[in-house]
């Protein structure tokens, strides 16, 4: 599989080094490598979801429990989370850090993901939701670190976009 394993660790190492002990997940191809790494580490709570708009009220309980949460889904996935994120997140001022795998983008080989992507971040800038790219590993760290202090701060949703440059390994031609 040409998902990078090795930039799927350094986002799961930023995740726990920025103090996050739960993640939310539905499988999806980019993510495996993350929910895998989240299930094998006994300092990690994973919950596995049917739908991804779950994984905002379960964000919400974590922070009342006191526990720094992650929501890892894709393009797809925060567009049908937008109800849970509207009506829980916001309307209740939660921190909410969400992970999503960006689909859909030059390169993208299945036709399934385009319409994703394409709508993503006008989304996201429409619920004036704050994001940001993670496109380089070098970059992961401050990142991650940066958009939960201020999730946490400003008791908002805030994205990070993982793009297809940080998580996908092109087969050599």
């Known amino acids: 599989m040409p998902v990078s394993e090795a930039n799927s660790r350094v986002v799961y190492e930023a995740l726990k080094a920025s103090g996050v002990r739960l993640v939310s997940a539905l499988p999806e191809t980019w993510l495996v490598h993350l929910i895998r790494l989240a299930e094998e580490d006994p300092e990690m709570i994973l919950v596995r979801l049917a739908k991804e708009e779950e994984g905002v009220g379960i964000s919400m309980g974590a922070y009342f ?46 036709p399934w993901q385009t ?19 993670l496109s380089r590993p070098e970059d992961v760290g401050i990142k991650v670190n940066r958009a939960l202090a201020l999730s946490q701060a400003s008791l908002a949703p805030v994205a990070l976009l993982m793009t297809r440059s940080l998580l996908w390994e092109e087969p050599a031609p």
């Open 115 to 133: 319409e994703g992507g394409r709508y993503t971040r006008r989304v996201l800038d429409a619920l004036n939701i704050v994001h940001d790219e």
């Open 65 to 110: 429990a006191g526990v720094r949460s992650a929501l890892l889904m894709q393009n797809h996935g925060f567009l049908q989370a937008i109800n849970g994120i509207v009506s829980g997140a916001m309307l209740y001022r939660m921190p909410l850090l969400m992970l999503i795998s960006d689909r859909g983008h030059l390169g993208e080989k299945d």
